[in-house]
Structures are given as structure tokens and as C-alpha cells.
């Protein structure tokens, strides 16, 4: 019995998401810390690669202030690193959360925080508000369901990126999130292409189901 559990413990062990496989010096330019959420950036792309937080799921959903605040350029930031709100006038692009401010809009100064436009990517409008925003709405069920859960999201560039505004900002080929609770042995995984030419009419959740060892 006793060298079922432990095998049964060593298995969790080795089954257990690392974030420090996507988050660590080598990946990331900078990390930056934004308290309730942790975000690598990448000077090249002058945006995130990784976004990671946890949500309490006795906070999600709780308040839902409806008052957003507006986006900020990021301070922590080197300046000519920096993304700025201007970047995405008439650009075509939405200014696409990573940190969603949903899953955080349990408190005003805590949803402030996601308008850091270190947390924000260039996303297909369509994606961003018909497809993308299902992952989300699902990231809260889930916390809601298990009593937490942890989310990291993550940003494919490709070598040369089409890039908009002033500070050449990259677009980035597409981006994914991934929802698990290893306790509740609970992981899902789904990655969207950020396409202009997006088909989102009969678009499913599941549709953008992915295996979760094939992200990087």
C-alpha cells in the first residue's frame, strides 16, 4: 500500500506544470511583477511572451466592477522597450489582454493593474472579442468550480513579425492559454491563430483544444 502512494505521489510529481520552463531569464528579457500576476517580456517583440497568475475562486466573479481604468505604459520597462496605447490607433488590431480583466475585476486597483500595456498584444478584433474571450470565460468557471486555479498564457512570434505603430510593435503569429489545477488533475489547453481572415462564425471552445506538452 504504502509503495502504491508513494509511486501514486512521485507520478503527480513528474506530471506537475513548471512554470519556471516558460518563465526564467533565458526565455524572458525582463520579468516583471505585477503582484496578482507575472509577465515575460521580450524586448525584440516589445510585448509579453508569458503571462502567469493564479485566480481565487471565491474572489472570481464576486464584485465585477463595471468602471475600467485606462491602459498605462509600463514604467518598469526600459523606455525604448515600451509599448504605448498610441501604438494601436489605426492599427486594425484590438488591444488584446493577456491578464484578462475580467478574472481580476474583484477590486479597482487590482483590475488597474492588467492595463499595462506590458500585458496587452496586438489581437485579430474578431478573435479577441468572439473566441479568445471563451478561453477566459472559462479560466473563471474553472477557478469557480475547483476553488482555484492557475493560468498561463503564452505568445507565438515568428522570426520577422509584421509590427504597427510608432515603436514597431510585433503581431504576433497566434497565442494560447493553458488552465490546470495539478491537485484537481484538471489541464486544458487551447491555441488560437491571430488571423485577419479568422472564420468565427460556428466557431467552439473546443475547436482550439491543443495538447498542452506541444506549447512553448
Given amino acids: 500500500m504504502r509503495k502504491i502512494l508513494l509511486l ?6 513528474l506530471d ?5 520552463q516558460y518563465i526564467n531569464k533565458q526565455n524572458c528579457s525582463q520579468i ?8 515575460c517580456y521580450d524586448y525584440e517583440a516589445k510585448g509579453a511572451k508569458y ?4 485566480l481565487d475562486g471565491t474572489k472570481v466573479n464576486s464584485i465585477n466592477i463595471k468602471k475600467r481604468s485606462k491602459f498605462y505604459t509600463e514604467k518598469n520597462l526600459p523606455n525604448q522597450y515600451r509599448s504605448h496605447n498610441k501604438d494601436y490607433t ?16 474583484y477590486d479597482k486597483k487590482v483590475v488597474a493593474k492588467t492595463y499595462t500595456m506590458a ?8 478573435v479577441n472579442r468572439k473566441t479568445w474571450i471563451k478561453a477566459e470565460e472559462l479560466e473563471r468557471k474553472v477557478a469557480v468550480g475547483l476553488g482555484m486555479v492557475n493560468v498561463l498564457n503564452g505568445v507565438v512570434y515568428s522570426s520577422n513579425p509584421p509590427r504597427i505603430g510608432k515603436n514597431k510593435i510585433a503581431v504576433p503569429d497566434g497565442f494560447w492559454k493553458m488552465i490546470y489545477n495539478d491537485k484537481e488533475n484538471y489541464k486544458k489547453c487551447f491555441y488560437y491563430e491571430n488571423d485577419l481572415n479568422a472564420i468565427i462564425k460556428g466557431d467552439k471552445l473546443k475547436s482550439h483544444l491543443v495538447n498542452c506538452g506541444s506549447l512553448r
Avoid: C, M
Wanted: aromatic share 8%.
Fill in 8 to 13: 501514486t505521489l512521485l507520478l503527480a510529481t
Fill in 16 to 20: 506537475a506544470t513548471d512554470l519556471s
Fill in 32 to 39: 516583471i511583477d505585477k503582484q496578482v500576476f507575472t509577465i
Fill in 51 to 54: 503571462v502567469s497568475y493564479t
Fill in 90 to 105: 489605426h492599427s486594425g488590431y484590438d488591444r488584446g489582454h493577456l491578464a484578462n480583466d475580467a478574472s481580476f475585476d
Fill in 119 to 126: 500585458n496587452i498584444i496586438p489581437q485579430v478584433p474578431n
